[in-house]
């Protein structure tokens, strides 16, 4: 049975940093391209960083880049989201997903842990 | 990048009807790289179709999906209680890979 579990998230000061992890198990990690999905309190739902199965290959929203990193460690079966320069709009519940067949298109989520960037 | 524009934003309906939501592009979704997801409230999204047509493993068959460029149903043909819950497309075509903003298929 596919499994992700995200850790990490928490309040934080505008401007400060947070890593978010997501424990992968019941697939082949390294096979898979994964990813960081967002979704605001009470809002939509909006795509945040790709990296490949390989982590060889990284894409970002314009919303993020040069701020957050995504990475990943296939021997520990993780897949982390760095988060600096946060700001008072990136506060939303993070979910991380596994791609299928293709790049874009997500078969498996995690429950989600809640950013909140506040003072 | 692609915008996606559902319609309705709210669905009234009970339980037993028939629901069609829709999916409109920006521009044409190649190769109907399009999939509906189900969200239900303090849940994760769920896949429901793929290729704009293709259910996801475990998706019953009252669940259709159709449609190719920039138009796409889902359809769900006798609403179950299960299906009440907020329904999102999202294209896959080309990144940034983007969502439409959500219709909310609530009980009438």
């Known amino acids: 049975e596919v499994q992700l579990v995200e850790s990490g998230g928490g309040l934080v000061q505008p401007g400060g940093s947070l890593r978010l992890s997501c424990a992968a198990s019941?697939?082949?990690?390294?096979?898979?391209?994964m990813n960081w999905v967002r979704q605001a309190p009470g809002k939509g739902l909006e795509w945040v960083s790709a990296?490949?199965?390989?982590?060889?290959?990284?894409h970002y929203a314009d919303s993020v880049k040069g701020r957050f990193t995504i990475s990943r460690d296939n021997p520990k079966n993780t897949l982390y989201l760095q988060m600096n320069s946060l700001r008072a709009e990136d506060t939303a519940v993070y979910y991380c997903?596994?791609?299928?067949?293709?790049?874009?298109?997500?078969?498996?989520w995690g429950q989600g842990t809640l950013v909140t960037v506040s003072s | 990048e692609i915008v996606l524009t559902q319609s309705p934003g709210t669905l009234s309906l009970s339980p037993g009807e028939r629901a069609t939501l829709s999916c409109r592009a920006s521009?044409?979704?190649?190769?109907?790289?399009l999939a509906w997801y189900q969200q239900k409230p303090g849940q994760a999204p769920r896949l429901l179709f793929f290729?704009?047509?293709s259910r996801a493993t475990g998706i019953p068959d009252r669940f259709s999906g159709r449609g190719s460029g920039t138009d796409f149903t889902l359809t769900i043909s006798r609403l179950e209680p299960e299906d009440f819950a907020v329904y999102y497309c999202?294209?896959?075509?080309?990144?940034?890979?983007?969502f439409g903003q959500g219709t909310k298929l609530e009980i009438k």
């Open positions: 290729g704009a047509s």
């Open positions: 521009q044409s979704v190649s190769s109907s790289y």
């Open positions: 999202q294209q896959y075509d080309s990144s940034p890979y983007t």
């Open positions: 019941g697939f082949t990690f390294s096979s898979y391209a």
């Open positions: 997903a596994k791609s299928g067949s293709y790049y874009g298109l997500w078969d498996y």
């Open positions: 990296i490949s199965g390989d982590g060889d290959s990284t």
